[in-house]
């Protein structure tokens, strides 16, 4: 016996009025009649695929054999007012507003595991923090959900560059611009940027999606964050950046860790991207060379067909020349790529040798990138040797190199997506992708 009152879920319902009709025992034909509805609108209430409306509710328990109708439409009303979805109303297209140039679709962009798991967190509404470093494919997944959002039916969709705050509140006052927002004004973007702000908490009618890509500070977001948890359309945030910082892991707040591809993943990649070139293994060993890196992946598929040459003869040059040889030149880009591969950490290698303690990131990591990149025990870079060579850094400066020195910078390299360093392993371990250490060798 079902009891309505512990129904919580959308899950728990659908389960509950399967379990109705089967014990009522009768068709979908005699039921939809008796409920005054299609077979094809019972079968999709049944099924989960469609949230009925309370009439419908009061009939179909009635004919199913339940004396007591009204706990089964509170139960209706109480998971109406909690499940995101049900907020989350289609808007005609006529109607639906995008703010801001979603990144194209990346050529033959591939299906990741980790999309499934920022689909899954995102229906639970609230705010999805896509982190990891420079070059897995952030913005591509941010893009193509919002493409996906797109053809469902996102009421207003605003895409933000935010690695200023000038950015983010420009795009939001175009925004309220483009809402037609009552005191929205042009002369005044931060006016217009808190108005839409607002206008995104309160409004009921229109499901939302604001996608800040590429934060580099939490200060630029700080005040500025989109009212998900509150909005009452069933609104979402969804963040790219390379930052694993505390600041950006508030209340309401998810983060989902972005990887490399997957071994099945990066030559699924390679045989689309090069096809008839490759053959045998050799997919498997140019995504082993290229540490599985979509962006490595992407330029020297580029490179090969730029060239016309063999996934061997890449194999070698790659062995043989710095990596900025193997890639194409920066006007020459594929799939709207900002800066070739060696290039790709340097922004984030300077931010990070200017965080505290000053100087010494760029340095800490130079040593990290002669080691192993499958696990450096911190000992050895805090080793008396490796602190008289990270010393000589910050000669004449008054500032002493220990071992907690290095453990802050190991920190800092770490929120920068530089590193990862694992405090809970035996050995405090750093683990630097062999791209990284690579492009750090070769800049040195």
């Known amino acids: 016996m079902v009891d309505p009152a512990r129904i919580r879920t959308r899950t728990e319902w659908t389960t509950a009025l399967q379990a109705l009709f089967i014990r009522a025992g009768l068709s979908y034909h005699v039921l939809a009649e008796r409920c005054h509805t299609s077979t094809s609108t019972l079968q999709k209430m049944v099924t989960g695929q469609s949230f009925p409306r309370p009439d419908t509710v009061r009939l179909f328990v009635r004919e199913c054999g339940e004396p007591d ?253 710095l990596l900025h040889e193997v890639v194409p030149e920066e006007g020459e880009l594929t799939d709207d790529h900002q800066r070739i591969i060696s290039a790709t950490w340097e922004l984030s290698i300077d931010q990070a040798d200017a965080a505290r303690p000053a100087g010494l990131g760029r340095p800490v990591l130079q040593l990290a990138s002669v080691l192993d990149p499958a696990g450096i025990p911190q000992a050895v870079l805090s080793s008396p040797p490796a602190l008289g060579h990270l010393a000589t850094y910050l000669s004449g400066q008054g500032h002493v190199v220990d071992e907690a020195a290095v453990d802050a910078v190991l920190r800092v390299l770490h929120r920068y997506s530089l590193i990862d360093h694992d405090r809970a392993l035996t050995y405090r371990e750093v683990r630097v992708h062999q791209l990284v250490q690579r492009a750090t060798r070769e800049n040195l």
């Open 69 to 321: 109708v009204q706990p089964w439409v509170d139960a209706r009303a109480r998971i109406a007012a909690t499940d995101i979805a049900l907020k989350r109303h289609r808007t005609p297209s006529s109607r639906q507003i995008r703010i801001g140039a979603v990144p194209r679709s990346a050529d033959c962009f591939q299906e990741r595991e980790v999309a499934d798991r920022l689909e899954g967190s995102a229906e639970d509404g609230g705010t999805e923090v896509l982190a990891g470093m420079g070059g897995v494919g952030k913005t591509q997944l941010a893009a193509a959900y919002a493409r996906r959002a797109w053809a469902e039916g996102v009421g207003v969709l605003v895409w933000v560059n935010a690695a200023t705050r000038d950015g983010v509140v420009s795009a939001y006052a175009d925004a309220a611009l483009a809402l037609g927002l009552p005191l929205a004004d042009r002369d005044d973007p931060e006016k217009s940027a808190r108005e839409f702000l607002a206008w995104a908490e309160t409004t009921a009618d229109r499901w939302w999606l604001v996608v800040l890509d590429d934060v580099r500070s939490p200060a630029d977001v700080a005040g500025w964050w989109p009212p998900s948890a509150e909005s009452a359309a069933g609104g979402q945030v969804l963040v790219t950046t390379r930052l694993r910082e505390a600041a950006l892991a508030g209340a309401g707040r998810q983060a989902v860790q972005v990887g490399t591809f997957t071994g099945p993943e990066a030559r699924a990649y390679l045989h689309a991207k090069l096809g008839d070139r490759l053959t045998g293994s050799l997919a498997g060993a140019l995504a082993e060379d290229l540490g599985c890196l979509p962006l490595a992946l992407a330029q020297a598929a580029a490179y090969i067909a730029n060239e016309d040459i063999g996934v061997r003869r890449y194999r070698d040059l790659l062995a043989a020349r």
